[in-house]
């Protein structure tokens, strides 16, 4: 069955600093994988995804995340980080065919200034 | 485009009871997706509906159901609550399968 983990549960950074957050996937077929974040009392927005093509993949507010196949991984990075990227960040994958998305345990990102 | 609306935005019930829930996704998608959202378990599939059919089911008891009407809109169901139910529930709808799904605010549920 597929998973998704995510290693870092809880990340403290100051304003500025940078930040990488790590998502593995397991499935062994083509996959879609999406970074979403939800805010403090926000619904679930889109930071960024992968479907095919460049492995590094731009999204918004300055957040990109790299696609190693043969890591199975889809890290997102950020250079610096601000007080208004407090969120959960969760990452998600699911394979070509089908709307099932399995979302990694999120990540709470704190940043303080 | 508006996105995607739920309701109600919130909900008390006691256990044994029934509820329905409603999404009405963006103009022009034509699949939904419901999930949900607890602390302990994360956000977890139910099932996803596309043109009326149900395409993709969860691992979720059968006391959870859905539908989706000619004009997209979904419904969710749940009978005889348990208090384990009590959770965020969401609604994503794409334009088709595989392409980015875009979430409501979600329903919360409390089951008393």
């Known amino acids: 069955a597929q998973s998704v983990s995510q290693h870092n549960h809880h990340v403290i950074l100051s304003e500025a600093a940078s930040l990488e957050l790590g998502c593995n996937y397991s499935?062994?077929?083509?996959?879609?994988l999406f970074w979403y974040v939800q805010y403090p009392g926000q619904h679930l927005q889109l930071l960024l995804k992968y479907f095919s093509g460049d492995p590094l993949v731009k999204g918004i507010k300055g957040f990109e995340a790299e696609f190693i196949k043969s890591k199975f991984s889809f890290n997102l990075r950020k250079p610096s980080v601000q007080w208004s990227d407090t969120a959960e960040y969760f990452c998600?994958?699911?394979?070509?065919?089908?709307?099932?998305?399995?979302f990694g345990t999120g990540t709470r990102l704190q940043v303080f200034p | 485009k508006a996105g995607v609306t739920q309701t109600p935005r919130y909900l008390i019930k006691t256990r044994g009871q029934q509820v329905t829930l409603s999404c009405s996704p963006i103009?022009?998608?034509?699949?939904v997706s419901w999930y949900q959202q607890t602390p302990g378990q994360g956000l977890q599939f139910l099932f996803e509906y596309f043109s009326e059919t149900q395409r993709n089911k969860g691992n979720f008891p059968g006391r959870f159901s859905g539908r989706q009407f000619s004009n997209s809109r979904s419904e969710m169901n749940v009978s005889t609550l348990e208090l384990g139910d009590s959770a965020l529930y969401l609604c994503a709808s794409s334009s088709d399968r595989a392409e980015t799904q875009y979430f409501g605010p979600g329903t919360r549920l409390l089951v008393l």
């Open positions: 103009s022009g998608h034509r699949s």
């Open positions: 499935y062994g077929g083509t996959v879609n």
């Open positions: 998600a994958v699911t394979s070509y065919n089908t709307d099932k998305l399995i």
